[in-house]
């Protein structure tokens, strides 16, 4: 007959009561953390691709106000998903985006794409990034309280 040998169950104890953490875990608030983050990163990707007004200095006007008018919406949950708007209410912002017809319509100005382009890039890192912090949350369960 085999012999099965000693078993510790202290271990399983330990991952036991480790699991009963993670089920504590507010998982609302992590996913508003994370809607946060990947906002952040938006809005960092599109405030740098937005372009700057140059005017002569002689005109005492100054650029960048279409730059500065990007914001973040507070976030809101609709069902299982997490929404945070980011606009920029400048009245020109969408002529600038998508493109627009020249003084005289006859001729067309390409748009920027500067949100559309910087949504793009998120949604390709997107998965990493939430995958981190979810790595970041489950080190900081299993690791924090040996």
Same mark, same amino acid.
């Given at each position: 007959? *085999?012999? #099965?040998?000693?078993?510790? %169950? ?6 036991? $009561? ?16 994370? *809607?946060?983050?990947?906002? /952040? !990163?938006?809005? *960092? $990707?599109?405030?740098? +691709?937005? @372009?700057?007004?140059?005017?002569? @200095? ?8 279409? +730059? +500065?008018? #990007?914001? *973040? &919406? ?7 998903? %997490? ?8 009245? %020109? /912002?969408?002529?600038?985006? %998508?493109?627009? !017809? ?5 001729? #067309? ?9 910087? =949504?793009? &890039?998120?949604? =390709? +890192? ?21």
């Amino acid at each position: 007959m *085999a012999k #099965w040998g000693k078993v510790d %169950y202290e271990q399983f104890i330990k991952l036991q $009561k480790k699991l009963q953490q993670l089920e504590k875990i507010d998982r609302d608030q992590f996913c508003r953390d994370v *809607a946060k983050e990947l906002a /952040a !990163r938006l809005l *960092a $990707k599109v405030i740098k +691709r937005t @372009p700057v007004g140059e005017y002569p @200095p002689q005109s005492g006007v100054m650029g960048g106000t279409l +730059r +500065r008018g #990007w914001t *973040a &919406e507070q976030i809101t949950k609709i069902g299982n998903i %997490y929404q945070i708007e980011i606009i920029n209410p400048v009245h %020109y /912002a969408s002529y600038v985006e %998508y493109g627009h !017809r020249t003084r005289d319509h006859k001729g #067309w100005v390409e748009g920027r794409f500067m949100l559309t382009i910087s =949504e793009q &890039e998120l949604n =390709e +890192r997107a998965p990493i990034i939430i995958e981190r912090k979810l790595e970041q949350l489950l080190k900081g369960l299993f690791e924090g309280g040996k």
